[in-house]
Nanobody, 123 residues
Framework: QVQLVESGGGLVQAGGSLRLSCAAS????????MGWFRQAPGKEREFVAAVTQSGRTTYYTDSVKGRFTISRDNAKGTMYLQMNSLKPEDTAVYYC????????????????WGQGTQVTVSS
């Protein structure tokens, strides 16, 4: 079992920055691929970014490339999402997830999920 807890969400003006954290407890974090997903009101949950077990390979959805950076610190059991140049369309609940394999862009391939943290970007 892995327990995931997100933090760092909040209200920010367009162009601002936030850093989300995902603290993991339970099994060794380094065993798992990790990802961030988001869900805006009335929309499907969508992939945002992911990082492999070692942290060497990262993936991003096109809309956040160049603005968001995913990273992980396996020693601390924590994953991060640095979000810069935020836009109103980034407003959503952001979820972190972990999984043992599969396609890190697909939510169905993740086993454990956090409770989510709200990010609101005002124009």
């Amino acid at each position: 079992q892995v327990q995931l807890v997100e933090s760092g969400g909040g209200l920010v003006q367009a162009g601002g920055s936030l850093r989300l954290s995902c603290a993991a407890s339970g099994r060794t974090l380094s065993m798992y691929g990790m990802g961030w997903f988001r869900q805006a009101p009335g929309k499907e949950r969508e992939f945002v970014a992911a990082v492999t077990q070692s942290g060497r390979t990262t993936y991003y959805t096109d809309s956040v490339k160049g603005r968001f950076t995913i990273s992980r610190d396996n020693a601390k059991g924590t994953m991060y999402l640095q979000m810069n140049s935020l836009k109103p369309e980034d407003t959503a609940v952001y979820y972190c997830a972990s999984g043992l394999g599969g396609n890190l862009r697909l939510d169905k391939d993740y086993t454990y999920w956090g409770q989510g943290t709200q990010v609101t970007v005002s124009s």
